[in-house]
């Protein structure tokens, strides 16, 4: 039997989520519903629990020069999509992604952090650039949209 952090038996967490998601209803659209709010749930707590921790860690990391605020966006957007999460615009609160850029012609420069988002259209937009690291304020990952999925292409049960 394994302990989480706080020593606290796993087995009871897991029982009990299996135990809520196995009385979802039984029709696929209902169960998917039921499934789909627990899901948006955690991944909202995960989100809360982890913003406090992951800025207070980032902080530690080395950010001064252009490469090192590089590969502290990368490390970000990395560990926040393996969660299914993102990072909140702080101006627009739309799903973002952190970058470092140099201005342009200013190859000596240290560069600066941005975050970045796709309007409606998949078009990127700059919404905030600091050359000091934000706080990073955290929220679910959107869905990823597919190529060509139109409501229209769902199976359809045979009669």
């Not at 998601?21 to 519903?33: E, I, M, N, V």
């Not at 955690?42 to 629990?49: P, T």
């Not at 990072?87 to 190859?107: F, H, M, W, Y």
């Not at 597919?146 to 199976?155: C, H, I, K």
Request: aromatic residues 4%; contains cysteine.
């Amino acid at each position: 039997m394994g302990h989480d952090s706080n020593g606290e038996d796993q087995t009871d967490w897991r029982d009990r989520l299996r135990q809520k998601l196995s009385s979802a209803p039984t029709d696929y659209a209902g169960r998917r519903a039921a499934l789909s709010d627990v899901s948006h749930s955690v991944r909202r707590q995960i989100a809360e629990a982890l913003q406090p921790v992951l800025n207070a860690h980032v902080r530690t990391l080395p950010h001064e020069t252009y490469e090192e605020k590089r590969m502290v966006a990368s490390w970000v957007n990395r560990e926040l999509h393996e969660l299914g999460l993102t990072i909140r615009c702080p101006k627009t609160g739309t799903p973002s992604i952190l970058v470092a850029d140099l201005r342009s012609g200013d190859e000596d420069s240290k560069g600066r952090f941005r975050i970045e988002a796709r309007d409606e259209t998949g078009r990127t937009t700059r919404t905030y650039c600091s050359t000091r690291l934000p706080d990073l304020e955290l929220m679910e990952e959107p869905p990823r949209r597919e190529n060509f999925a139109r409501q229209s292409d769902l199976p359809h049960r045979r009669r």
